[in-house]
């Protein structure tokens, strides 16, 4: 029936909320098509905007059809969800606990203050800061801190695996700071840290970023300190990919050679959609303030409730064996697509993040990604280090393993992950869409067996 429609150009995500809500109100009530998904369920919504709540429930439904490779994605618990959902998100707190703008505070200050106690306990720092909105404010407040508009700051280029907060040129951090940016070698795709020292020496920057979004190794942090320290620099471990592994013991922690801790609590670490800062005591002044009221108003206290459930959560033992299954998954799933002929940028990784160049393969990353997820498969299309492509269609695939062994997935279904794969970039080369159909079928029974968290 579909044959000989281009995939290519089959729309897998709707072009406007208002139209496809439109399109599901008419589909009738959501439990005439399915049982309901959405965990904590969503009654009331259903009944008040049943066309919203459709859109939710098909979400739902998505999450639990398709094997979630995207590494900055994960399933948070119900636990969570609930927290987030909290009435919360009702109150007004600027300032920070005991020291508030408004009265009310009586319950909303033990939630921030137990966020805080618990991510100082998770990650043995002295001092964090829960308030941040996300990832990218969190580090905007780290510029705020520390450097005057003008000053050099070094980060990893974006098409190195870098982020856009890094000093990237469509960045404000790129605009409204001179960005200095370090990349991998091109022989071995890891850090050259030569380069980091030496235009660290030459451009005396006033911030170093290291972490990123694309690097599937060890992050050093040791070696970027002993960089800061020599310099004079203020160093920023931005951890928003690695937070969970590094919690449950996966990867090492940039605690003693970091100054300043950045993170998303929404990666990894399996929480809401947030960021925190963490530090030495004797920053905690200069960052609380570029946060409050160098950058933000009220902080979100359902989301700072949450925050604090998922440190919760990351500080028991189960969740440790959840980081070390993380890495042990991406490692069988890499050991596998190389086995399959794939070119991983530097060969493997050491976390939960690979990269893979399909130039090998005849296919750009786009098309490819795009095919996977027709086929079940959900990734990103990602620059390669030294791409001759562009960053819109760029010669990279991202795929990461926190999200499918939340689900409980374990390094026993890493090889088959890779045939479908396999598959599915074959396809998308000659443009079998029947294929990639069967694919997601396949992998739709599959995951049947690996209940979503609640
Ligand atoms: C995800 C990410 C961010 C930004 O987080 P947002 O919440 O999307 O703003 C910052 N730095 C790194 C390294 C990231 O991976």
């Not at 399109?23 to 919504?45: E, F, K």
């Not at 996300?134 to 705020?144: D, F, H």
């Not at 942090?221 to 002993?226: K, L, T």
Request: aromatic share 6%.
């Amino acid at each position: 029936m579909r044959a000989g429609r281009d995939w290519r150009n089959r729309k897998v995500e709707p072009t406007t909320g208002e139209r496809s809500a439109t399109a599901a109100a008419r589909l009738g009530p959501v439990a005439d098509r399915s049982p309901p998904v959405h965990a904590p369920p969503i009654p009331h919504l259903t009944s008040t905007d049943p066309a919203l709540a459709a859109l939710i429930e098909g979400e739902a439904l998505r999450q639990r059809d398709t094997l979630r490779l995207i590494p900055s994605e994960n399933y948070v618990s119900v636990a969570v969800l609930e927290a987030t959902g909290s009435v919360l998100t009702n109150k007004y707190s600027e300032g920070y606990a005991g020291r508030r703008y408004y009265e009310g505070q009586r319950f909303v200050d033990p939630v921030e203050t137990l966020a805080v106690d618990r991510a100082r306990a998770l990650f043995t720092v002295e001092h964090a800061n829960v308030q941040p909105y996300s990832g990218s404010p969190a580090n905007l407040a780290a510029y705020l801190a520390f450097a005057q508009p003008g000053d050099a700051v070094l980060g990893m280029a974006l098409p190195m695996g870098g982020h856009l907060t890094h000093g990237w040129s469509v960045s404000a951090t790129g605009t409204w700071f001179r960005p200095v940016r370090y990349g991998v070698r091109r022989d071995s795709g890891r850090v050259d840290l030569d380069e980091v020292r030496d235009l660290a020496r030459r451009e005396r920057p006033k911030l170093i970023f290291c972490g990123g979004t694309a690097i599937p190794r060890t992050v050093d942090f040791a070696a970027f300190g002993e960089i800061a320290r020599e310099v004079g620099a203020v160093l920023v471990a931005d951890i928003a990919h690695i937070a969970g592994l590094i919690a449950g013991g996966a990867h090492p922690s940039p605690v003693g050679h970091a100054d300043v801790i950045s993170t998303t609590t929404h990666k990894t670490l399996r929480g809401p959609r947030g960021a925190m800062l963490m530090c030495s005591a004797a920053h905690a002044k200069a960052i609380d303030r570029a946060v409050f009221p160098g950058l933000q108003g009220g902080p979100h206290n359902h989301t700072t409730a949450g925050i604090a459930v998922a440190l919760h959560e990351a500080a028991q033992p189960a969740f440790r064996a959840y980081a070390h299954q993380v890495v042990a998954n991406a490692q069988a799933l890499a050991a596998a697509l190389r086995e399959r002929g794939f070119d991983l940028v530097t060969g493997g990784t050491d976390n939960h993040l690979i990269l893979v160049d399909l130039t090998n393969r005849g296919i750009g990353g786009k098309p490819a990604a795009r095919a996977m997820d027709t086929a079940g498969l959900e990734c990103n299309y990602n620059t390669v280090p030294y791409d001759p492509r562009t960053p819109f269609d760029p010669s990279g695939i991202r795929l990461g393993t926190p999200a499918v062994t939340t689900r409980g997935l374990t390094e026993e279904h890493m090889p088959q992950v890779a045939v479908w794969i396999d598959r599915a970039v074959s396809a998308a080369a000659t443009g079998d869409e029947a294929a990639l159909d069967r694919i997601a079928a396949e992998v739709r029974d599959r995951l049947a067996a690996y209940p979503v968290p609640g």
